[in-house]
């Protein structure tokens, strides 16, 4: 279930970015750094349960691993956009005064 709503995310926000959506998709990578601030973030650590600090590692991982990713996707798709719009606006005219 975990791997299919992450799998999910991964196409969502990459159909976003795709799209030349940036605002959109900087919208749902906020919404999810918030997400992991409010419930992961502000979670005791458990002390005596080796098993469930070894789950809070892996979690930890995972969403480190989510907001990396989407960082990253947003970081190519902005450098596409400026490199396109260069292109798209024509010669760039200095004026000095």
């Known amino acids: 279930m975990f791997e299919e709503t ?3 995310y991964h196409r969502l ?3 976003l970015a795709s799209q030349q959506d940036i605002t959109a998709a900087v919208d749902v990578w906020r919404d999810y750094l918030r997400h992991v601030e ?3 973030l502000r979670s005791p ?3 005596d349960d ?3 600090l070894a789950e809070l590692q892996r979690l930890g991982g995972v969403h480190t691993s989510v ?3 989407h960082r990253s996707l947003l970081y ?3 450098l596409v956009r400026t490199r396109h719009s260069r292109f798209t606006m024509g ?3 200095l004026c000095l005064v």
């Open 6 to 8: 992450l799998s999910e």
């Open 13 to 15: 926000s990459t159909a």
């Open 38 to 40: 409010d419930s992961f």
């Open 45 to 47: 650590v458990p002390r």
């Open 50 to 52: 080796y098993g469930a």
């Open 67 to 69: 907001l990396s990713g």
């Open 76 to 78: 190519r798709q902005q």
């Open 91 to 93: 010669p760039v005219r």
